[in-house]
């Protein structure tokens, strides 16, 4: 018996003698969700990286040639650890960060896209995964209020040191050949599968939901079964990436795939899926 149920039955008998013990509450307290929800975050729940943006805390508001020239392909995170520490140099406060990220709006739609999935949380658990880092995310998502929403955010830690630095680090290693070094978010998806289902006793998710916009959403896309859907945002380097593959047809693409501009259209597709039991 799970802990959620003790509470209940005690509650039950001591408090409220003369009520009927209310069964479905019991269900609905062991009852785990259907469906599994992955977020990126740049450009998909925010509608702007949270990278450019951040820039902005600084009154030049733009970055020296020589650091922009230092930039290596697949070395992204590097690359940020070094903005991030030129930032620090420039005396760019902590606070001004912060205000720089909590103002970047959401994506069209995505405000009634989580309303949606919050009035139907018995059926959906919610996730991040990103390559921005933590400190952006979680300071974001608790200046809309949303924190409470996701189960876990799998991004880069980073964090202020003592001299007001914030500091950046890779999130793992891994062995994936399509991915930049600091990460493979199919590597993630695959090891949140295997952790979710053991800790549910065994039982799967019903279905996976993948929303994304950009490359480095495509290698957990490729991991999705055929009752599984990915979202890429219309006109944004995933979606484009998801055409030349049904084109090419030398990579096999099991799940659905439905493009998004809004946040609505995600919210239209999963109410016809919820419908059918
Ligand atoms: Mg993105
Ligand atoms: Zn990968």
């Known amino acids: 018996m799970s802990s959620a149920e003790l509470y209940v039955q005690k509650q039950t008998t001591h408090h409220s003698p003369k009520m009927s013990a209310p069964s479905n509450l019991t269900y609905a307290a062991s009852q785990e969700p259907r469906f599994l929800v992955l977020f990126d975050f740049d450009e998909t729940l925010i509608n702007h990286n949270s990278d450019d943006a951040v820039l902005r805390a600084m009154p030049c508001q733009q970055l020296p040639d020589w650091l922009k020239n230092s930039f290596r392909d697949g070395q992204y995170n590097e690359y940020m650890q070094k903005v991030l520490a030129y930032m620090a140099d420039q005396n760019v406060s902590e606070d001004s960060i912060h205000s720089a990220i909590v103002t970047i709006p959401p994506t069209p739609g995505l405000l009634s896209l989580v309303q949606f999935l919050q009035n139907q949380k018995q059926d959906f658990e919610l996730v991040v995964v990103s390559d921005a880092n933590m400190y952006f995310i979680e300071k974001?998502?608790?200046?809309?209020?949303?924190?409470?929403?996701?189960?876990?955010?799998?991004?880069?830690?980073?964090?202020?040191?003592?001299?007001?630095?914030?500091?950046?680090?890779?999130?793992?290693?891994?062995?994936?050949?399509?991915?930049?070094?600091?990460?493979?978010?199919?590597?993630?998806?695959?090891?949140?599968?295997?952790?979710?289902?053991?800790?549910?006793?065994?039982?799967?998710?019903?279905?996976?939901?993948?929303?994304?916009?950009?490359?480095?959403?495509?290698?957990?896309?490729?991991?999705?079964?055929?009752?599984?859907?990915?979202?890429p945002r219309r006109d944004f380097p995933m979606h484009r990436l998801l055409l030349g593959i049904q084109q090419s047809q030398k990579v096999t693409f099991k799940a659905n795939v439905v493009p998004w501009t809004s946040g609505e259209d995600i919210v239209d597709c999963l109410k016809n899926i919820i419908s059918e039991r």
């Open 140 to 231: 974001w998502l608790e200046a809309a209020g949303l924190r409470h929403l996701f189960r876990k955010i799998f991004t880069n830690p980073a964090s202020f040191d003592e001299s007001g630095r914030l500091v950046l680090l890779p999130f793992h290693s891994h062995s994936c050949p399509r991915c930049p070094g600091n990460m493979c978010k199919q590597v993630i998806l695959r090891e949140y599968l295997a952790n979710r289902q053991k800790e549910r006793g065994g039982a799967p998710f019903q279905r996976v939901f993948y929303i994304g916009d950009g490359s480095n959403d495509m290698c957990p896309s490729l991991a999705l079964g055929p009752r599984d859907t990915a979202f």
